[in-house]
C-alpha cells in the first residue's frame, strides 16, 4: 500500500471504538440496562441501544433523569462503570480483523469515542490495542458537545494536524455517522459487530455512510481506494 499512501489525499483515519476496534455494545448496553432498571428506570438491552448507541453516558444520562424527573443515585456512575469494567476484563474481545487492518494501513490513525479515558483504558487495554493507539485517543468527556454533534471529530482532526476533508471516520453508529458527516468528513458504516442486526447495514446506509462493510479485513483496500480516489467502490457495498 505504500505507492497508494504516497499518493493518497487523506490525512487520518478516525476510529470510533466500541463496537469498531473492540466488540463491547452488547456488554455495554446490557450493564447500561441493569444498573438502569436497579436504580428505578426499567428498560431492556434492547431499548438501550435503540435510544443511545453512539451516545456519551453524560448525554443518556441527563435524558433518563428528564423522564425520571428526578436524578439518578449518586452512586450509579460508580455502579455501572464497576459492573461494566468487571465484564469487559473477562469477556471483552477485539473487534475480528482489527488488528490486522491497523498493521497494514499507512495512514495516521486515532480514536474518537463517546467513551471516558477510563473506559477506553480499560476496554483497549484488556485488547491489547491501547499502547499502540496511545496517545491518539479523544474523549467526548474533551468536547462541548458529544455525538451527533461534530465537535468530537473536528477536536480530534485538530489535535492530529489533519484536514477535516481529508479524514475518513470508521463508525457503527448513526449518531457517529451523523457527527462523521457534519464534521465534513467521509464516514464508513461497519456492521460488523455482535451486535449489529439483520438490516443494520440498512440503517447505517441511510443515516449517510459513504459505503459499508462488515469485515475490518476490507478496511486497507477500502482507503487505498478512497484515496485513489476510485469509484465505485467494486466489492464493496457502497450507498
Do not use: W
Not at 487523506?10 to 471504538?17: A, E, H, Q
Not at 451516545?55 to 433523569?65: D, F, G, I, N, P
Amino acid at each position: 500500500m505504500a505507492d497508494a499512501a504516497q499518493a493518497s489525499p487523506l490525512d487520518l483515519v478516525i476510529f470510533d471504538c466500541d463496537g469498531v476496534l473492540v466488540d463491547s455494545e452488547v456488554i455495554s448496553c446490557q450493564a447500561h440496562a441493569d444498573v438502569l432498571s436497579l436504580c428505578g428506570y426499567p428498560i431492556t438491552a434492547t431499548e438501550v441501544f435503540d435510544r443511545f448507541l453512539g451516545r456519551s453516558s453524560k448525554q443518556a444520562t441527563m435524558e433518563v433523569e428528564a423522564e425520571l424527573g428526578r436524578s439518578l443515585p449518586d452512586d450509579f456512575n460508580a455502579r455501572l462503570q464497576e459492573r461494566l469494567f468487571r465484564t469487559f476484563e473477562q469477556e471483552l474481545r477485539p473487534v475480528a480483523g482489527i488488528s490486522d487492518a491497523l498493521d497494514a494501513l499507512d495512514l495516521p490513525v486515532c480514536v474518537a469515542s463517546s467513551g471516558s479515558h477510563q473506559r477506553m483504558r480499560v476496554s483497549l487495554g484488556a485488547t491489547r490495542l491501547y499502547d499502540r493507539l496511545a496517545p491518539h485517543i479523544f474523549s467526548s468527556s474533551q468536547v462541548e458537545n458529544g455525538k451527533p454533534a461534530p465537535d468530537l471529530f473536528l477536536f480530534a482532526a485538530a489535535q492530529m494536524n489533519a484536514r477535516p476533508a481529508a479524514c475518513v471516520v470508521v463508525e457503527d453508529s448513526i449518531a457517529g455517522i451523523r457527527g462523521g458527516l457534519a464534521a465534513g468528513m467521509t464516514v464508513l458504516g461497519f456492521h460488523g459487530g455482535s451486535h449489529c442486526r439483520p438490516r443494520y447495514a440498512d440503517s447505517l446506509r441511510q443515516a449517510g455512510a459513504t459505503l459499508v462493510f462488515d469485515d475490518m479485513r476490507q478496511l486497507p483496500a477500502i482507503l487505498g481506494q478512497l484515496g485513489e480516489k476510485t469509484a465505485p467502490l467494486a466489492g464493496f457495498s457502497a450507498v
